[in-house]
């Protein structure tokens, strides 16, 4: 029986009903409403927000969190199907679902009073909240510790002041969780985007997730009570704890980003006829696409794993960090490639690879740097923090 080439491994039998569901779902949603129009909005530069409320209608925002809260209280594994059936549309769609769940709903139900949690987690839930993450500042990402936004209490509310910078959703968002340097530390804080001294700036010319919004975010004496602060984290193991959730979706969407360009690179190959034969019946392309396939399937079982001990409750932001690595490194490659395959038609939005490989430009600097992954590991297996 011939296999599955984007699933050679048959990953999929290892998911159970629900899983699979999910999956299905998702993939429907993605080739019927955002493969048609997503080449254009990339081009544009128009990140397609008619789609939010259909994707939380879907249960897709939040969705590991309980069901108390208007979540769909699906597990890691269901998270990271979900991330990757989206991210096979687009990054930027999968972006604007990662920050929403992992980055702002996460550190509501994570750190967030209970007056927090019911005032803000049912509206982000059904996409009438959305929210932005604040952490990256204008004077270097990876290196957050040295956080110059600062929170200065005063009575019975708090006044913030600093910058923040390459901020998804920043634009489009009615809350931002800001982080920023306290006399205790830093602190995290749901400031409402209509605050006063509250700006928002779109990052325009941008040549990488053009379908997603970017902004920098400005703090001018912006007052918020302390209610707005969230009372259970102090230090930077709060937006850490964070990063790791959104890390461990982006492990899974690459994997997605991949197969559609390896599917784009296969079909195109075997039709293109070059000196009197299908060009995949070159040995030089079969190689390339026969890698492409071993390099997904590695990643899959990578992501599926790293679920499992997600849903354990085991998994460590070490593990995290290696697949995000691996599965990213994966992806621009495998995007860089298939593009070639393509030839000249490969660097118009009408076929997927450059799309993706632009996006991934992204990927592989967010949600900490390839390098910054590579140290995590090499610190784990040194024991000698090199940072
Ligand atoms: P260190 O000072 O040792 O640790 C501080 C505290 O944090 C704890 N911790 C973690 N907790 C949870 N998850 C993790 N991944 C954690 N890593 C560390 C740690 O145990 C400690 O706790 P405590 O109780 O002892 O205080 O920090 P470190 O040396 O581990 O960190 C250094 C480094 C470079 C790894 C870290 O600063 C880092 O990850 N830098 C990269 C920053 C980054 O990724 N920024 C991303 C911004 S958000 C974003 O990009 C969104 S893109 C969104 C999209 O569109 O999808
Ligand atoms: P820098 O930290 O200045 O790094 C520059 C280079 O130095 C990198 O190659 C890095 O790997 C390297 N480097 C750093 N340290 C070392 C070292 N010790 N040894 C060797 N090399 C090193 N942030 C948010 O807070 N919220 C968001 O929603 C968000 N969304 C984003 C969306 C997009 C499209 C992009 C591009 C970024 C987004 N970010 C967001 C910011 C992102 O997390 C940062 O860009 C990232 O953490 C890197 O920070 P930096 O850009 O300042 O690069």
């Known amino acids: ?16 009903d629900e899983e699979r569901a999910v999956q ?24 397609p927000r008619e789609l939010i409320p259909e994707i939380a209608s879907m249960g897709l925002l939040g969705s590991s969190l309980p069901e108390q809260y208007g979540c769909a ?39 967030g009073s209970e007056e927090q949690r019911q ?6 839930a059904r996409g009438e909240i959305i929210g932005c993450f604040g952490l990256t500042e204008p004077h270097g990402g990876s290196d957050p510790a040295n956080m110059k936004t600062s929170a200065r209490r005063d009575g019975g509310d708090w006044i913030i002041n600093g910058a923040k910078m390459w901020i998804t959703n920043g634009n489009v968002a009615q809350i931002a969780i800001v982080w920023a340097q306290t006399e205790d530390g830093i602190q995290g804080f749901i400031v409402p985007t209509d605050a006063p001294g509250f700006a928002a700036q779109e990052i325009h010319k941008k040549m990488s997730l053009r379908a997603s919004v970017t902004s920098a975010l400005f703090f001018d004496n912006v007052r918020v009570p302390d209610a707005q602060r969230l009372p259970d984290v102090r230090g930077l193991k709060g937006p850490l704890g964070c990063l790791t959730q959104a890390r461990y979706g982006i492990t899974w969407g690459p994997i997605g980003a991949a197969i559609a360009c390896f599917t784009e690179a ?5 039709q293109r006829i070059l000196f009197n034969r299908p060009l995949a019946a070159n040995q030089a392309v079969q190689l390339k696409l026969a890698d492409m396939a071993r390099r997904i399937t590695l990643a899959q079982l990578l992501s599926l794993q790293l679920g499992r001990l997600k849903d354990a409750g085991t998994m460590q932001p ?19 490639e298939a593009r070639d395959i393509l030839g000249g038609a490969g660097i118009t939005t009408e076929h997927c690879p450059i799309r993706h490989a632009l996006n991934l430009e992204s990927v592989i600097t967010y949600e900490g740097t390839e390098t910054v992954h590579q140290l995590v590991v090499g610190r784990e297996v040194t024991g000698i923090n090199a940072f």
């Open 73 to 111: 209280g699906l597990n890691g594994v269901s998270y990271g199907l979900i991330c990757q059936e989206l991210e096979r549309g687009d990054s930027g769609i999968r972006s604007f679902v990662s920050v929403q769940s992992s980055l702002c709903m996460y550190p509501i139900f994570a750190y």
């Open 1 to 16: 029986m011939a296999l599955d080439p984007t699933d050679l491994f048959d990953i999929r039998s290892l998911l159970s």
């Open 24 to 47: 299905d779902a998702v993939a429907r949603f993605t080739n019927e409403r955002v493969l048609p129009i997503i080449g254009d909005c990339f081009e544009q530069g128009r990140f």
């Open 119 to 124: 005032q803000y987690l049912p509206g982000m």
């Open 266 to 270: 296969t079909e195109y190959a075997k």
């Open 318 to 336: 070490t593990q995290v960090s290696l697949a995000k690595w691996n599965n990213v490194r994966m992806a621009i490659d495998i995007a860089r």
